[in-house]
Nanobody
Framework: QVQLVESGGGLVQAGGSLRLSCTVSKLTFADVNMAWFRQVPGKEREGVSCISWNGGSRYYADSVKGRFTVSRDNAKNTLYLQMNSLKPEDTAMYYC??????????????WGQGTQVTVSS
């Protein structure tokens, strides 16, 4: 069974940084596009960033451009999200997703359980 496990979330002050990781198993990681999404209670899950299978293409939501960087290490089956200059509005549960494309959740087949990011003002 495919597993995606996120880590690295936590509580940080505004202006701070966090690095999220997503380790994938039972899936040929190097063959699939990956993405990060986030969700706050009562709102739809929104796409944050996605990266192609070889890392050659990366896309970001306008709200995080210039602050977040997505990367992947295919040798380690791991996806990363470096988040800098964090704002309180970045507070959300962050999910990684595999096997899709773009920033719409309906395109992704596999999901992790999420890691909470809380940014205090």
């Amino acid at each position: 069974q495919v597993q995606l496990v996120e880590s690295g979330g936590g509580l940080v002050q505004a202006g701070g940084s966090l690095r999220l990781s997503c380790t994938v198993s039972k899936l040929t990681f190097a063959d699939v596009n990956m993405a990060w999404f986030r969700q706050v209670p009562g709102k739809e899950r929104e796409g944050v960033s996605c990266i192609s299978w070889n890392g050659g293409s990366r896309y970001y939501a306008d709200s995080v451009k210039g602050r977040f960087t997505v990367s992947r290490d295919n040798a380690k089956n791991t996806l990363y999200l470096q988040m800098n200059s964090l704002k309180p509005e970045d507070t959300a549960m962050y999910y990684c997703a595999a096997g899709g494309y773009g920033l719409e959740m309906r395109h992704y087949a596999y999901w992790g359980q999420g890691t909470q990011v809380t940014v205090s003002s």
